[in-house]
């Protein structure tokens, strides 16, 4: 379920980009996981390819949201919240819109999915 998640998030993100006022041909998504990231950029490996990535430059309008699905009276919930670079971690899954100038991709939207953390294991008292 969590993949489909990101999946429709990917495509409402496509959609709502193509809504935008720039030529619709230099806007471009992509849906994978962080490869490796600093502050002037991140890499993702897209979808099932390893070896295939993209370099995103990121830039002060870059727009990072972290989605975090909440169990509410029973039902799941999709909340998210505002998001920096510094949030990144490698391996994360994330959907992005991107847009090619200059002969190098520009990130506008990055949707990140948050890490599961392994649930700690209770010490054995002996």
Do not use: C, H, W
């Not at 990121?58 to 727009?63: A, Q």
């Not at 200059?102 to 054995?124: G, M, R, T």
């Amino acid at each position: 379920m969590s993949q489909k998640l990101v999946s429709i998030i990917a495509v409402t993100l496509l959609v709502l980009g193509s809504l935008a006022q720039a030529d619709s041909s230099d806007l471009d998504t992509a849906l994978g996981t962080v490869e490796k990231f600093d502050k002037e950029s991140v890499t993702i490996t897209l979808g099932d390819k390893p070896k295939k990535s993209i370099e995103l430059k990121i830039t002060g309008t870059s727009n990072f949201t972290l989605f975090a699905p909440q169990v509410r009276s029973g039902k799941t919930i999709i909340t998210q919240r505002k998001a920096e670079a510094s949030d990144l971690n490698k391996g994360q899954p994330i959907a992005v819109i991107y847009a090619g100038a200059d002969k190098e991709n520009v990130l506008l939207n990055a949707v990140l999915k948050p890490i599961e953390k392994p649930a700690e294991k209770p010490v054995e008292k002996k």
